[in-house]
């Protein structure tokens, strides 16, 4: 991987991940335990596609990283300005940093 815009990708995709899990099993915000239904939604609708933009990023697939961030747009939209400020606008750098990716990166 020697783009550093794949790099930024790879930063992105494990940002994401550990802003789910965070979300998930350990929020400052709520004392309740996260449901099946927000545990299966967030798995599919951000931490799926995080995982293909991984292998985005050592494939060094523009397309792939395009697919990532339409998929993860509304779910990562959404908990970006549900509550400001907080931790979770961090997925709206999540989701700047999949559109730079994206755009700058190239074919090894």
């Excluded at 697919?67 to 993860?72: A, G, T, Y």
Aim: with cysteine; hydrophobic share 60%.
């Amino acid at each position: 991987m020697k783009s550093k815009y794949s790099l930024l990708g790879l930063v992105a995709c494990l940002g994401c991940i550990i802003l789910c899990v965070i979300f998930l099993f350990w929020n400052p915000y709520s004392k309740t335990q996260a449901e099946n239904e927000t545990v299966f939604i967030l798995l599919i609708m951000l931490i799926l596609p995080a995982f293909l933009g991984i292998i985005a990023t050592f494939l060094r697939n523009r397309i792939f990283m395009y697919i990532v961030l339409v998929w993860s747009l509304p779910y990562g939209l959404y908990l970006s300005v549900a509550s400001i400020p907080s931790i979770w606008n961090l997925f709206s750098v999540v989701l700047l940093l999949y559109l730079v990716s994206a755009i700058r990166m190239r074919k090894g």
